[in-house]
């Protein structure tokens, strides 16, 4: 009896995203037979849910590696990877980073613990219109495009995230070990652009102190 698992290999999808629609157009018969297989994939460990709808086979029968900015990009479609993923993705942080962080516009913070990391998506009040400012796609691997906020960006967040009132240059270069020269690398331009995005008080405080401070 031909599998799930083999239905998908043979469709060329192994590397594929899945979603509930996906598995339906794979399997004949009824709804309940169609359910019963999904779930036999699923306990055989061919078959992985991410998240309710969404599926990935086992890395066994993948023939390339998973971009975890992209899976984190359809767990939750209106997001964009920030926070320590972004500054890894930069190099202003040495540290690698094992857990994906993006921001949502909508929605609850989420956690998803999956066997291909962990995602954490926080929800980021802004200004109408202003979610995606300061965020670029990225398509490192074709046909797998996520969302990225520039570095600017992904640091208003860490700022906002983590309540950080401004203590100067020294606490980000000593928490964080940031370089002084990534942060002299912002464009001026820069923070006119960023300041568009946020409500917060304290993010729009930090973001005059540091371009003050850039400027000396």
Do not use: C
């Amino acid at each position: 009896m031909t599998t799930l698992k083999d239905k998908i290999i043979e469709a060329n999808f192994a590397d594929y995203i899945l979603t509930d629609v996906d598995l339906n157009n794979f399997l004949d018969g009824t709804a309940a037979a169609r359910y019963g297989m999904v779930n036999k994939a699923l306990k055989k460990g061919e078959l992985i849910k991410i998240r309710r709808g969404l599926y990935l086979l086992s890395n066994k029968y993948r023939h390339k590696k998973l971009s975890k900015f992209f899976l984190a990009s359809r767990i939750a479609s209106h997001s964009y990877i920030s926070l320590e993923s972004a500054f890894s993705y930069y190099g202003w942080i040495p540290e690698g980073v094992t857990i994906v962080t993006s921001m949502l516009g909508r929605g609850r913070t989420k956690k998803f613990i999956t066997p291909f990391g962990e995602f954490v998506f926080y929800q980021l009040p802004v200004n109408e219109y202003e979610f995606l400012t300061g965020i670029t796609r990225v398509e490192e691997i074709k046909n797998e495009p996520f969302f990225l906020a520039s570095p600017l960006r992904a640091l208003a967040d860490y700022v906002y995230m983590k309540k950080i009132d401004w203590k100067g240059l020294d606490y980000f270069m000593g928490s964080l070990r940031i370089d002084l020269e990534k942060f002299m690398k912002i464009e001026s331009n820069d923070f006119l652009e960023i300041k568009k995005v946020y409500r917060s008080k304290r993010v729009l405080h930090f973001l005059d102190n540091l371009k003050a401070e850039l400027k000396k």
